[in-house]
C-alpha cells in the first residue's frame, strides 16, 4: 500500500469561473499518481460547487466539510479526517487549509506540505499573522515560480530551505497539435486563412491573468504580419479587467470583441439552486451577489470611453448581424471593436 496523502483545499472554482487552475491541476494530477506509491484523497473546505461535479465526472472524488473559511470546527474536522483516511501527508492549498492544515497535521501525527500556486499581492493582513506564528510547523512547502518561492519566504515566513521550487507540469497528449485537415476546417469556419498564425490565450478575464501583455504584443506583432490572428478566450466578468480595451486602443490593435453579456454570474446562479433545493430553502434569493443588473451596464458606452467602437447593447437578434457587420468593418480598418450582446443566462 502506498503512502496515504490527503490533499485539502480551500475552494476548486472562483466567481466568473467554473474551475480554477488548482482544480486543472489535480484533474491532472490524480489519474497520474503510482497507486503502489501513494494513496491520495481530495477534501474541500467548503460546500460542494460546480467545479465538484466536474472533478467527479474525472473520477475524483471530494470529501467537503461544508465550513466556511473562518469556522473552527475544520480543525476537528480535519484531524479526524486524516486520522480516518490514515493519512501521513496533508497536502494543503489555500489559506485556510493551510492554517488549520498545519495545526491538524500536527494533532494526527502528520507531516504538512504548503502548495503555494501564486504571490498574492493582496494576502489579507490576518494571513500574515498565523503565517509568522505557524512558521514552524510547515514541514516543506512548494513553489510553482521563482516570485512564488519568493513570496512564501518573505510574505509568508516559511525557513528558506523547506521550500522547493517545482514548476507546474502539463500532460503533453491534452495539447498535441490537431490533425492538419480538422486543423484547417477549424480555421475556415473561423475566417482564418490556412497559413496565418494564430495565438491565443485562454483564462478568466481577470487581470491577475495576463490579457494585457498578449494584447500589447500584438499591437508590435501585426505591422509586421497583419494576417496574424490573435485571440482570447475569456470567461467571468468583463468588469474584471476592463483595461484590456484601453490598451487594444491606444495600441490600435485590429480585435473584435464579441460580449456575451447574460447580466449574471450564471454559474454561480445555477450552484446556488442546487444547494437550495437540497436544504429545501427555496430559490427566491439565490440571485442575491450574482445578478448584475439594477442598474445594467452598458458595455458598449463603457468601450466608447475607452478609446474602443462600441455596438450594443444589442437585445434583438435581428440588429446582431448588423452590428456585427459595422464592428468588423472598423476591425479591419486597424482597430479594436467590440459588440455587447444581452442573452440569456444559459
Same mark, same amino acid.
Given at each position: 500500500m502506498g503512502v496515504p496523502v490527503l490533499h485539502v483545499c480551500d475552494k476548486f472554482g472562483v466567481r466568473g469561473s467554473s474551475i480554477h487552475g488548482v482544480s486543472r491541476l489535480f484533474? *491532472?494530477?490524480?489519474? #497520474? !499518481?503510482?497507486? +503502489?506509491? !501513494?494513496?491520495?484523497?481530495?477534501?474541500?473546505?467548503?460546500?460542494?460547487e460546480a467545479a465538484t461535479r466536474w472533478l467527479e465526472e474525472q473520477g475524483i472524488g471530494v470529501r467537503h466539510l461544508g465550513r466556511g473559511r473562518f469556522d473552527p470546527r475544520i480543525l476537528g474536522d480535519l484531524v479526524a479526517l486524516a486520522r480516518e483516511r490514515g493519512a501521513r501527508i496533508l497536502h494543503v492549498h489555500g489559506y485556510a487549509a493551510a492554517d488549520f492544515g498545519r495545526l491538524a497535521a500536527r494533532a494526527a501525527g502528520a507531516k504538512l506540505v504548503l502548495h503555494e500556486h501564486f504571490?498574492?499581492? #493582496?494576502?489579507?493582513? !490576518?494571513? /500574515?499573522?498565523a503565517d509568522r506564528l505557524l #512558521?514552524?510547523?510547515?514541514d516543506g512547502a512548494i513553489a510553482v515560480s521563482r516570485s512564488t518561492r519568493e513570496f512564501l519566504v518573505h510574505e509568508r515566513f516559511v525557513p528558506p530551505?523547506?521550500? #522547493?521550487?517545482? *514548476?507546474?507540469?502539463?500532460p503533453l497528449d491534452e495539447f498535441a497539435p490537431a490533425p492538419r485537415d480538422r486543423a484547417l476546417h477549424v480555421r475556415r469556419e473561423l475566417g482564418f486563412p490556412d497559413e496565418a498564425l494564430v495565438?491565443?490565450?485562454?483564462g478568466r478575464l481577470n487581470a491577475q491573468k495576463g490579457h494585457r501583455f498578449l494584447?500589447? +504584443? /500584438?499591437?508590435?506583432?501585426?505591422?509586421?504580419r497583419p494576417r496574424a490572428r490573435v485571440l482570447i478566450v475569456g470567461d467571468g466578468d468583463l468588469m474584471f479587467g476592463?483595461?484590456?480595451? *484601453?490598451? /487594444?486602443?491606444?495600441?490600435?490593435?485590429?480585435?473584435? !470583441?464579441?460580449?456575451?453579456n447574460n447580466r449574471c454570474y450564471h454559474m454561480e446562479i445555477m450552484q446556488m439552486q442546487v444547494i437550495a433545493n437540497r436544504r429545501q430553502r427555496g430559490i427566491d434569493r439565490v440571485h442575491i451577489g450574482c445578478r448584475i443588473d439594477d442598474p445594467n451596464i452598458d458595455y458598449a458606452a463603457m468601450a466608447k470611453s475607452l478609446g474602443v467602437c462600441g455596438e450594443g447593447p444589442i437585445e434583438n437578434p435581428r440588429d446582431l448581424g448588423p452590428a456585427l457587420k459595422r464592428a468588423i468593418a472598423v476591425v479591419k480598418k486597424g482597430e479594436p471593436a467590440l459588440v455587447d450582446v444581452v442573452s440569456q443566462g444559459r
Open positions: 484533474s *491532472w494530477w490524480f489519474p #497520474r !499518481y503510482d497507486p +503502489a506509491r !501513494y494513496e491520495v484523497s481530495l477534501c474541500g473546505l467548503k460546500r460542494p504571490a498574492d499581492p #493582496r494576502m489579507p493582513a !490576518y494571513q /500574515a499573522l #512558521r514552524h510547523r510547515t530551505e523547506r521550500v #522547493r521550487l517545482i *514548476w507546474n507540469g502539463a495565438v491565443g490565450s485562454i494584447v500589447e +504584443a /500584438a499591437g508590435r506583432l501585426l505591422p509586421s476592463p483595461g484590456i480595451l *484601453w490598451t /487594444a486602443a491606444h495600441e490600435r490593435i485590429p480585435l473584435l !470583441y464579441v460580449v456575451h
